[in-house]
């Protein structure tokens, strides 16, 4: 503090010196004072009502006008009075950051000065009235102080101009260094994200000319299938074409059983209704051997009772031989009759034995046409599946090539993605060093200016 007040001292004195100020000088300013001092309210309200024709300077006065009027009255007398000394100093210092803070000019704090000035010099020239060695002496001494004044005013004005050029240049420096860390940590980000591009980009690049490859690969595979499945289909409707005929076969070969099996029905019918007659037959054959042996018999009698009557019974013995001849060929035309059926009959049983073997074997014709038939309707509905399935296989199969096309195309368009992408993150490289080498310029342009 101590050191502060002498540095004001010495600073006051130097300026005191340069202004030719000296302890004669401060007696005619008292004289000068003791003249002036009435006028001083008049000069005061003289200031002000032409301050108030101007719009910028009457704002910034507005209702204050009688204490700024007492302060302008302490502030006269103390320059006129005080000497010069550490409290005057301080005094106008404030005053002069007062009009700082309120936003007055120095053109216009100037100006001022020149008003109150020219006032103060008629007063004196008023006061002497004839006697102009003092008259010179007064003004000078007034010119004086009131030029030191405002010389002190000034350097208020300059010190607090260069204090806030300071504060600036501090609050610069600190957003610039803000700004640098800011900027460099979001470059340095930037940098990071293009390199992740790039390096996705080519990732990305890769994956698209490996899907690609495996588009084309399914593309071809698909194409393979589709026609594999077209010539399966096409082979299923022939396979289905020929069950179809083997099925009318079957359908007829099981219609042609069942009419063998209706005739051999019949046959077997027929023949043993020959059995039944040859049976009939024997029978009657058997009654007719055995008239004929009666006969035979007869005869016999009738030749023994024709041998007792001697020539009587000459005739009755003649007959009794053609009898007897009858007999005898009655008898062997009926053995032989009965042969003959015997041999009917026994072919008649052996053609009803083989008759129910022909049968037997229809039957199992039948049930196999039967079988069969059912065997090839199973195979035509299945053969009617697979055929549908094979188209069904084909039409998916052209689906999943149309669809790998599709995938092939996006993946084409994808890799033309992919090259713009990694242009674009070439491009973003090349520009974050760009504006890398600009914000260093233009730190260093500005820590140098």
Do not use: C
């Not at 010389?151 to 640098?180: N, P």
């Not at 979001?186 to 490996?210: D, F, I, P, Y």
């Not at 079957?250 to 046959?267: L, P, S, T, V």
């Amino acid at each position: 503090m101590v050191g502060m007040m002498s540095e004001s001292v010495d600073y006051l004195n130097e300026r005191l010196a340069f202004y030719k100020i000296d302890a004669a000088m401060r007696g005619e300013l008292k004289v000068a004072w003791e003249l002036l001092k009435p006028h001083m309210p008049r000069v005061i309200a003289d200031f002000y009502r032409h301050v108030g024709k101007f719009p910028s300077m009457a704002r910034l006065v507005g209702d204050h006008q009688e204490r700024l009027s007492k302060a302008q009255a302490v502030h006269w007398q103390r320059l006129f009075n005080s000497g010069f000394d550490a409290g005057y100093l301080e005094s106008v210092r404030a005053v002069a950051r007062a009009h700082v803070r309120v936003g007055i000019e120095p053109d216009w704090y100037i100006g001022g000065y020149n008003v109150i000035l020219a006032d103060l010099t008629a007063a004196l020239v008023k006061e002497t009235r004839l006697r102009p060695g003092r008259l010179t002496r007064l003004i000078n001494a007034v010119n004086g102080a009131v030029m030191f004044d405002m010389g002190i005013a000034v350097s208020v004005y300059h010190e607090t101009l260069l204090a806030a050029g300071e504060q600036r240049r501090k609050r610069l420096a600190g957003e610039i260094d803000v700004f640098d860390h800011t900027f460099s940590d979001s470059l340095a980000a930037l940098n990071k994200a293009a390199h992740v591009m790039r390096g996705a980009s080519e990732q990305l690049g890769e994956a698209t000319s490996r899907t690609t490859k495996q588009a084309d690969s399914m593309t071809k595979t698909a194409e393979e299938m589709a026609g594999r499945a077209a010539r399966s289909a096409a082979a299923a409707g022939s396979m289905a074409k020929s069950i179809e005929t083997v099925e009318n076969y079957a359908e007829r070969a099981y219609e042609i059983a069942g009419k063998a099996a209706e005739q051999a029905k019949a046959a077997d019918a027929g023949v043993r209704g020959l059995a039944e007659v040859t049976e009939r037959i024997g029978s009657i054959v058997e009654l007719i051997g055995g008239i004929a042996r009666q006969t035979n018999l007869l005869a016999l009698n009738a030749t023994i009772e024709a041998a007792r009557a001697g020539e009587a019974g000459l005739g009755f013995a003649v007959v009794a031989r053609e009898v007897k001849t009858l007999s005898m060929q009655t008898a062997k035309a009926t053995q032989e009759i009965a042969d003959q059926i015997a041999a009917i009959q026994q072919a008649t049983r052996a053609t009803v034995s083989d008759l129910d073997g022909i049968g037997a074997v229809i039957s199992e014709v039948v049930q196999a046409a039967e079988a069969i038939t059912a065997a090839v309707e199973n195979q035509a509905a299945a053969t009617h599946s697979i055929l549908t399935a094979v188209e069904e296989i084909s039409q998916d199969a052209q689906g999943v090539a149309d669809a790998v096309a599709t995938v092939r195309a996006a993946a084409q368009d994808i890799g033309g993605i992919v090259t713009t992408v990694q242009t674009l993150a070439s491009s973003l490289d090349e520009q974050a060093a760009n504006m890398n080498g600009d914000v260093r310029r233009f730190f260093d342009r500005v820590a140098a200016a």
